[in-house]
C-alpha cells in the first residue's frame, strides 16, 4: 500500500494512491490485444450502438477475463489488500460523431451506495487508445481530500446510456487530461474528479470502469444488499 498523510483540518487524507489520487497501470494487455477486443465489442454493438452496457462480466467471458488479468488484479491487490470482488463495472463506448460527455463525478457514491475509499479503489481501462481528440478521462489531482461532494443527475436527455451523476461545481474545475494507450488502466481513488469530453475522433473509443472492493468496503444507502463477484481471497 501507499503512504497516506495525515490529513489538514478540513481536508481528509490524501488516501490509498498518494497525493494525485490516481495510478497509470501500463500493459494489462498487448496493446494490439485491447483493440482487437474493442473491434469485436464494436462490432456487436454498431447495430443498436449503446453508450453504456452495464455489468458484462457478469455473463461475459471477455470482460471476466479482463477484470481477472494479472496485472490489473495485482495492482488492485496492491492497493485495496488481498481480498478483491468487483462491485460493478460499466462498457463505455463513445462513438464517433456523437455528442456524450461524461460530467465531473466521484465513482464511490451514488443513491445506492457509498464505498470506502480505504478499501475500495476504481479503475478504468482502455481498450482503444485514448486522447484528448478521442474522450480520454480528465481527473483533477488531489480532488480525492476533499471527500465525497453533493451530486445530483444529470437531465435525462433520452440517451442511450441512461443518466449520470454529476458534481454540483459549475464550469469551473480545472483538470488534467490523462491520455492512456490501448491495454493500459488508471486506478483512481473512489472520491477522485473526473470527467470526459465527447469523442472528436474518427473511431469509437472504448473503456470499462471497474469498481474493485475488499470486504466491507460497500455500504448500502438504498437498503438493498450489494452485488459482488469475488475475486480473490476471503471474507466474501
Ligand atoms: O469512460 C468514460 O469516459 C468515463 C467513464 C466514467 O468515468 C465512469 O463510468 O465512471
Known sequence: MTGRSQPASSEQADGLLGPPGYRVVAGWTAPARARARAAEVIAAHRGTAPEVLRNPHVDQEWAQAIVRAARLLNAVRDVIGP??????????????????EVPWHQDGINDRLELDPERSVAVWVALTDTD???????????????????????????AARGRA???????????????????????????????????????????????????????????????????????W
Open 83 to 100: 481480498n478483491v470482488a468487483v462491485e460493478n463495472m460499466f462498457l463505455v463506448v463513445k462513438w464517433p460523431g456523437r455528442d456524450f
Open 132 to 158: 484528448t481528440e478521442s474522450g480520454c478521462l480528465h481527473v483533477v489531482p488531489g480532488s480525492q481530500r476533499a471527500g465525497y461532494l453533493p451530486y445530483e443527475a444529470e437531465p435525462d436527455t433520452g
Open 165 to 235: 451523476l454529476g458534481i454540483r461545481v459549475g464550469d469551473s474545475i480545472q483538470g488534467v487530461a490523462v491520455p492512456v494507450r490501448a491495454g493500459s488502466g488508471l486506478l483512481m481513488d473512489t472520491r477522485l474528479l473526473h470527467c470526459s469530453h465527447s469523442n472528436a475522433g474518427d473511431g469509437a473509443r472504448v473503456g470499462l470502469n471497474i469498481r474493485y472492493v475488499a470486504p466491507g468496503a460497500v455500504s448500502m444507502r438504498d437498503g438493498s444488499s450489494p452485488s459482488l463477484s469475488p475475486l480473490s481471497g476471503t471474507g
